[in-house]
């Protein structure tokens, strides 16, 4: 049988009552209206957000026994709050939002994913709890500090750094970070997780993967529960979604994402979402989230440019107490140019070929490995290649490259080119020596020593081949 909520309101109030001060009982709950009673809930409405923060950090407690005496153990509470008193010719807007739901689990417990499994049923496990606690999911090395600054992210950087301390209270809401692979999304975003964690450390912060999200959302959705999903988040202060993009064509969680987005915003919380494209070329995502997205700032990061490389290289080494020599962190940097990852991945890669192979790390070991690393955004240099730059650098016809001409220049070009060819790609001696009419290894061994000889003793051959060492390197990248 339906029980009404008036005479459940009324029983309770008996009893808080006599526990509560006259003063604080006349405040705090004599304003209250009951609303209604259903499945062991009761609604009440409350004049403002504020008196229902009040009341469920000073009277949870208190609530929650009251409630359970008249409903049973699965009792539960539910706000409607007062948005906006309204006027003659407007509706009051209300809000609903349950009582401490999600608040009374212990932190261990509080990977979200858990709920899942588990709904929460009775929302005064631990009554009294005064703070939702949560893991943020945040992983503590990205930082700030850590995240290095240049022309391609500053103003991301700096707009993040604005939102970290002053969350929700800033232009910048949402504040949308978005750029290819590699570039720092996640860093950043959960550098400004990490820093209101650090600076404002009542703050609910919370970290997502738009797959996670999702996830969750279908997990929900398959168990009746959306609004306990929605609630939940709603209950966050700083809400970081990474890689909104996934939302695309996921028109179910776009209208949870719609709901929360809506609900924090107006309650003054912060969103970080990251993309990996501009809110605009958002495809398969509603207009609705979209102009919303746009509401706050969008700000891009771009690859960053070659000092700052080189800057984000030494930071690491530093971090990761590594030495190597300047002309090696030069090299990397200037090899691998279109994404951070990439850059991190090449220094590793180094570190591990060194230790494996007992060997320093020296420009030579660095060329190797990074041969196998960039192969996909290099182009491969082929004998053919070098040989028509030399022919044209020297003004030298082609077909004279390949035959047993003894004229000084034409031998001296063809020296050269064998030079190259072994220095820029992986044929063997043996294939060098047969894509100059037939020759044979121990040709090409000497045509370099040859040239190693010359480049000490002889200044303008030398600048010749370190020049043209350079257009083939340019022609490589
Ligand atoms: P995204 O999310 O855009 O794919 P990540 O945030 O995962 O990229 O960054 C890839 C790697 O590059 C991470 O290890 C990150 O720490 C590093 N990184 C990116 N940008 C910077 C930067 N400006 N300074 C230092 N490290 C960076
Ligand atoms: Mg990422």
Redesign the pocket.
């Known amino acids: 049988m339906e029980k009404n909520a008036e005479k459940v309101w009324t029983n309770c109030l008996k009893i808080i009552k006599d526990i509560v001060e006259w003063q604080h009982f006349k405040t705090w709950f004599e304003p209250i209206k009951p609303i209604s009673i259903k499945n062991s809930i009761l609604v009440i409405q409350v004049p403002s957000q504020f008196f229902f923060e009040y009341l469920e950090e000073h009277y949870v407690n208190l609530l929650a026994k009251t409630l359970k005496r008249e409903l049973g153990k699965e009792a539960r509470l539910e706000y409607r709050i007062m948005v906006d008193s309204g006027s003659k010719s407007k509706q009051p807007l209300m809000m609903d939002v349950p009582g401490q739901g999600y608040k009374s689990y212990p932190n261990n417990e509080m990977d979200f994913p858990l709920i899942i499994n588990n709904p929460v049923k009775n929302p005064f496990v631990i009554p009294g709890l005064k703070k939702m606690q949560i893991d943020p999911q945040l992983n503590p090395v990205y930082l700030f500090d850590s995240f290095i600054e240049g022309d391609c992210n500053r103003v991301a950087r700096r707009a993040g750094k604005t939102v970290a301390e002053k969350p929700g209270a800033n232009s910048f809401n949402p504040l949308v970070i978005y750029g290819g692979?590699g570039l720092g999304?996640?860093h950043l975003a959960q550098a400004i997780g990490n820093e209101v964690k650090r600076t404002h450390p009542n703050k609910v912060v919370l970290y997502v993967s738009s797959e996670k999200f999702i996830n969750q959302f279908m997990d929900h959705s398959r168990n009746n529960a959306i609004n306990d999903f929605i609630h939940f988040y709603q209950l966050i202060d700083i809400l970081i979604i990474?890689?909104v993009q996934f939302f695309a064509k996921a028109e179910k969680s776009q209208d949870a994402l719609f709901a929360i987005f809506n609900h924090l915003h107006q309650s003054g919380k912060q969103l970080v979402l990251?993309s990996d494209k501009p809110p605009k070329d958002l495809e398969g995502v509603q207009e609705r989230l979209l102009s919303r997205f746009r509401w706050g700032l969008s700000a891009d990061l771009q690859v960053p440019d070659y000092d700052t490389r080189i800057e984000i290289l030494e930071r690491k080494m530093k971090h990761d107490g590594l030495e190597m020599p300047k002309e090696v962190v030069k090299y990397i940097a200037y090899n691998i140019s279109n994404n951070v990852r990439e850059l991190e991945g090449a220094l590793i890669s180094l570190l591990a070929q060194s230790s494996l192979n007992r060997r320093e790390i020296d420009l030579d070991l660095a060329k190797k490995v990074l041969r196998n690393f960039v192969k996909s955004s290099s182009k491969e240099i082929t004998i053919e290649t070098i040989q028509k730059m030399v022919c044209d650098y020297f003004d030298v016809p082609y077909d004279k490259l390949l035959q047993k001409t003894r004229k000084r220049e034409i031998v001296q070009a063809r020296q050269i080119t064998m030079y190259l060819a072994k220095a820029f790609t992986k044929n063997s001696l043996k294939t060098i020596g047969e894509h100059f009419g037939g020759r044979d290894h121990t040709t090409v061994i000497h045509s370099c020593q040859t040239v190693k000889d010359l480049m000490d003793t002889d200044g303008v051959f030398r600048e010749n081949v370190l020049e043209l060492q350079q257009k083939v390197q340019l022609a490589a990248m």
């Open positions: 692979v999304k996640t990474d890689d990251t």
